[in-house]
């Protein structure tokens, strides 16, 4: 196993290249290694919620800003698939870290969020890969939101590392900080799992612009809750890191024996 000092890092986000969160990832994987082993890959513009897309049989353009950094025209799976085909195809890297998330990823949200995305393509690919997000309370006006996940994400991502690098294959990290933490650091971290809302954390709205034409617009509810008391949802939405294991295994058992008994 490489000493930390001289892992290679990958980092990526799906907020953007420029985006604060990534300047703050930054700093993590410098903490965890140096300047020179560290790689950011990251899509040109916002792909929030794109998921696992990626840009199929469609040309993009990849710029180099420097020798460790490229701006994509793409999504974050897009930057994965670059980065460990080409870029780092002889010397993979030995952590893939994506985020640092503006807004958490909970839940449902593992499905649809880009930041995870790029994580769990890393991961099915080999790669030990954590996805950080951080929740928000719009009490953060003028601060930087993302100085709680900052000063703890480098000793949390070096324990994942040094406990999983060489035993679990294709699984990922799902990792949220709390707006509000409850209580100090390792105190406030909780392994959960992915829990499930109650209802779904989308709605479209609709304007008329004619009578065979609307304008739509999808964003979030304002208010959900999940019935699962100790799920990473509503423990994060308590005040505490969530940290949960997750692949690309969407195998549903009870589904499948009930499927086994009937008669076609």
């Known amino acids: 196993m490489e000493t930390l000092t001289s892992m290679r890092i990958l980092i990526t986000n799906d907020d953007g290249f420029n985006a604060d969160g990534i300047k703050s990832l930054k700093k993590v ?6 300047e020179d082993n560290i790689f950011l890959v990251a899509p040109s513009a916002n792909q929030s919620a794109k998921s696992r897309s990626i840009s199929y049989k469609t040309e993009f353009n990849i710029t180099k800003k420097s020798d460790n950094q ?9 930057c994965i698939i670059f980065a460990l085909d080409h870029l780092m195809k002889d010397k993979k890297p030995d952590l893939i870290l994506s985020g640092i998330n503006w807004g958490y990823n909970l839940a449902e949200d593992v499905f649809y ?6 994580a769990m393509e890393g991961a099915d690919r080999g790669v030990l890969s954590i996805a950080l997000s951080q929740a928000y309370s719009g009490a953060e006006e003028g601060l930087n939101p993302f100085l709680f ?19 679990l294959k294709k699984i990922a990290f799902n990792v949220n900080f709390p707006a509000n933490p409850k209580k100090r650091y390792p105190d406030c971290l909780k392994i959960t799992p992915i829990g499930r809302r109650c209802a779904s954390n989308f709605a479209i709205n609709l304007r008329s612009k004619s009578e065979n034409l609307f304008m739509a617009k ?4 304002d208010k959900n809750s999940s019935s699962i008391p ?3 949802y509503n423990t994060c939405l308590a005040g505490y890191i969530t940290v949960s294991p997750i692949s690309m295994n969407t195998f549903e ?3 499948f024996k009930k ?6």
């Open 259 to 264: 499927l086994k008994k009937v008669k076609f």
């Open 149 to 167: 996940a900052e000063k703890y994400s480098s000793k949390l991502c070096s324990s994942i590392y040094k406990n999983f690098s060489l035993s």
């Open 230 to 232: 100790e799920d990473d």
């Open 70 to 78: 490229y701006s994509v025209d793409g999504t974050p799976t897009d």
């Open 29 to 34: 994987a410098l903490e965890m290694s140096t």
């Open 218 to 221: 999808i964003d979030t509810v």
């Open 253 to 255: 058992e009870r589904g």
């Open 113 to 118: 969020s880009g930041t995870i995305a790029a």
